[in-house]
């Protein structure tokens, strides 16, 4: 954490329905981002259905925002959507997940997909959000310009000498080989 760092705080409700599978009892997704947290405690019941779909409030998370990343952020902001990544992780809770991350930066989005585990879900980034991220992006961001590595030239004479010195080594075990042999 920077000190120009920010963190936004945000709530995050999500919706369990019924599996259509006798394998899964329950299906979890992450339903919408808020700006505003609800006055009651993460994975209370807010709403529940006839056909056994309920709503839970799954609790609060901080969206942090890092200078260094502002690039992610802008491509992400330049989007026809914004989006904003929510990441629920199993855990042995009577809800089954806990609210493990909340983000607007797809490369963190991406290394949360590759754990395997994780509920992993996009949904609209808020307005409030959206302004806030807008305006850490026109504080922060600097272009970075691109620089190609340029590999090194290979030194065929250096290849050459290796080819040799291979070939003495080669020429030693031989020699080696055959005196352990005589003397057999």
Not at 111 to 131: F, H, I, K, Q, T
Not at 162 to 173: I, K, L, P, S, T
Request: aromatic fraction near 6%; proline fraction near 6%; hydrophobic fraction near 40%.
């Amino acid at each position: 954490m920077t000190p120009d760092s920010v963190l936004v705080p945000v709530a995050v409700v999500a919706e369990r329905r019924r599996g259509v599978t006798r394998w899964a009892e329950h299906v979890w997704r992450a339903n919408a981002v808020l700006e505003d947290a609800p006055d009651v405690a993460p994975w209370t019941c807010l709403r529940q259905d006839a056909d056994g779909s309920a709503i839970f409030f799954a609790g609060t998370a901080e969206v942090a925002l890092h200078p260094t990343d502002t690039d992610n952020y802008r491509h992400n902001l330049e989007a026809a959507v914004p989006l904003v990544w929510v990441v629920l992780r199993p855990a042995g809770t009577e809800a089954g997940f806990t609210l493990q991350a909340v983000t607007i930066d797809a490369g963190e989005a991406h290394v949360y997909a590759e754990s395997g585990n994780d509920l992993l879900e996009s949904l609209p980034m808020p307005p409030g959000l959206r302004a806030i991220a807008t305006d850490f992006v026109a504080r922060h961001h600097r272009e970075r310009g691109f620089f190609k590595r340029k590999r090194d030239r290979a030194d065929p004479e250096a290849l050459a000498r290796q080819g040799q010195v291979d070939e003495a080594r080669q020429g030693q075990v031989e020699e080696a080989r055959q005196g352990r042999m005589e003397e057999e």
